[in-house]
């Protein structure tokens, strides 16, 4: 019964930023620990990053020092800052819950290109 909606993506240059957002439906974002993957092309779903119930972040190396994952103040919202992203960053980004346990949603394309 969950969805979850990403948006926010879309075609930026390398060291560009870029904010993707997840909506939810239910109250998963403040109930459960919330997660950022992304799927590169030909390559499976990675964990980028996460945010436990507490506020509690952890993040892939690859993505560590450059994204940051938080909660909206409406707690209806969850965010993925992207800075200083890289043509490695390139994948279709999901959001989910609770190590991936919900349906996964469209997912929102980021391209990292000059």
């Known amino acids: 019964h969950v969805q979850l909606v990403e948006s926010g993506g879309g075609l930026v240059q390398p060291v560009g930023s870029l904010r993707l957002s997840c909506a939810a439906s239910g109250s998963i974002i403040s109930t459960a620990r919330m997660e950022w993957y992304r799927q590169a092309p030909g390559k499976g779903r990675a964990l980028v990053a996460t945010i436990s119930t507490g506020g509690t972040t952890n993040y892939a190396d690859s993505v560590k020092g450059r994204f940051t994952i938080s909660r909206g103040t409406a707690k209806n919202t969850v965010y993925l800052q992207m800075n200083s992203l890289k043509p490695e960053d390139t994948a279709v980004y999901y959001c989910?819950?609770?190590?991936?346990?919900?349906?996964w949603g469209q997912g929102t394309q980021v391209t990292v290109s000059v």
């Open positions: 989910n819950a609770n190590g991936g346990a919900y349906v």
